[in-house]
């Protein structure tokens, strides 16, 4: 019987479930909708409930799990596996999480934060197999950010690195509610991108196709401003090209200072493909120095919303896999 | 007898010598010219000689030297030990430097980068002593960087990482000789003070004491600019704050992505010690995130010049020693 690692992904919307055995292969998978509104025990329960239920349904006894990673959003405390505090789940505070799904499922447990466990899936399993250093950026509300270096997860020395949507890529910029100013994520996450192009047309009453819609829907998203580039909007083109061209001057300080092989771009953003991957190549070539041959490849994530799940079982495995490599 | 490593600095002025105990502790150290213009064949004579005379002036022989470590300009293939080029020895062109000392020597070789080791030197023995992560900042004629991760140098996957002078802090900035635009230490190295100082006076017709100095030396440096700024010139003082800010905006950056336990400053403008050092915690407080403490503390290389021998017979016990903590 192959031995297998638990991976639970808990997201504001959905708690994703995986096996993973040790080949990295998925041995089955689930998702369940999140109880966020019936607060911390609720979900807790869920998530053992979750994890049970599907190694029942593959057939796999408790003797063939090695352990179970659980990739959640923070801040944690990943020392003693804690969740600080959640910003989508009420009462999520200071909640004993690695160890409430160890003892409530009966083995070993390990939290990550949600972007690293997404890095590692890629890692072991997606765009960045077989890479010595990779970096994985998740386009969306924010810019979140994982760092495998040397095969293993680099969190810093406190737990908090890896933080590439709060480097500082314009000094005196605009105001992160991290309380900096200048941070990447205001200007490269899917959401800075939508809200530029907002205030372009509300406060600086510039012309655009996507005004009419901006009244119609009261908002605008990424999507909508690509749609609009793609038909030939100047507006939505200008706003579209300032937002990859700042990733890419993130993308040049992570190669200078990190020099990995590749860049993952995974997140909402990520999904307009080659809408995305095309222009950013080409700003990050162009900014990129000339003492030396462009060597850190850039890439979309190649496992979608399951990069999580896979790389929080990836976690356990690496944790409690007797195996030197993994 | 105690078993030791022997370190060599290569520098284009002298080449440095240190011997170093499993403890860490220095057992002897030398310094010679660097033959610079007598070309790389001469050099390579001289580092090895000047080992070999340290190992009999301390009375070690052969048997108890486990490795020589050598710290040298680059750029470097750090696989292959070869250095690829030196702008400051002429000839001095793919020349398999490892190989040639270690089997001058007799003994097992590796070859590092100077700023790699500069920072390795005081994660052993100086100022980041007893650290998770520890980054060093080399504030010079650029900026030089060099990274500890888990207690070993992280340089990348292709051996150009840790370059922090080159991560881009204002975007369409200066112009680098790299070939970026916006580089750090554009802004933020010795040279690059001085040269802002002297373009304020020159281009910008601004008034200064420099202005006098500047005439009768044809050139200013940072040590000029920070005695102006000490005995109340505005400029000086102006082009000191620029300086540190910018820094303080890389700093905050690194911290982001490495969060790093301490951030180390070395190089000659380092030398200005609290000067330099206090309105840097004090940007770098501005700057930094509020949604948690600040972590990452900033200090003084301890070790001085020779941060980089020493570091550099300390990438030869992590090479070559037996022991795991190395």
């Not at 196709?209 to 507006?235: C, H, P």
């Not at 997140?267 to 222009?279: F, T, V």
């Amino acid at each position: 019987m192959a031995k297998v690692c638990i991976g639970i992904d808990l997201g504001g919307t959905f708690i994703k479930f995986a096996l993973l055995d040790e080949e990295m292969s998925m041995r089955g998978s689930a998702q369940v909708p999140t109880p966020a509104d019936a607060g911390p025990d609720s979900v807790i329960e869920t998530m053992v409930s979750g994890a049970a239920e599907l190694l029942d349904r593959e057939g796999i006894s408790a003797g063939n799990v090695v352990g179970v990673g659980i990739g959640s959003p923070g801040p944690l405390d990943l020392d003693a596996g804690v969740v600080i505090g959640m910003p989508n789940i009420s009462g999520f505070v200071n909640i004993p999480l690695r160890d409430r799904i160890g003892d409530g499922l009966g083995i070993p447990a390990v939290l990550e934060n949600d972007a690293s466990v997404a890095a590692l899936g890629e890692y072991l399993c997606g765009s960045g197999k077989g890479m010595d250093v990779m970096v994985m950026l998740t386009l969306g509300t924010g810019i979140g950010g994982g760092m495998v270096i040397a095969g293993r997860l680099a969190r810093g020395a406190h737990g908090i690195g890896a933080e590439a949507g709060h480097m500082i890529v314009e000094p005196d910029g605009e105001p992160c509610p991290c309380g900096q100013r200048g941070c990447l994520e205001r200007y490269a996450s899917a959401s800075a991108l939508a809200r530029y192009a907002r205030r372009l047309i509300e406060q600086d009453r510039r012309k655009s196709s996507l005004a009419d819609l901006l009244g119609r829907k009261g908002d605008l998203d990424a999507v909508d401003v690509n749609e609009a580039r793609r038909a030939g909007d100047a507006l939505a083109a200008e706003v579209w090209d300032r937002s990859i061209r700042y990733l890419a001057v993130g993308c040049v300080s992570i190669a200078r200072l990190l020099d990995p092989d590749l860049i993952v771009l995974g997140g909402g953003l990520a999904k307009a493909g080659d809408d995305l991957l095309g222009p950013l190549r080409r700003h990050f070539s162009r900014l990129n120095w000339t003492i030396d041959e462009q060597k850190t490849a850039l890439a979309l994530a190649s496992l979608g919303n399951d990069a999580g799940v896979v790389g929080a079982a990836g976690a356990a495995w690496k944790r409690f896999g007797n195996c030197a490599e993994h």
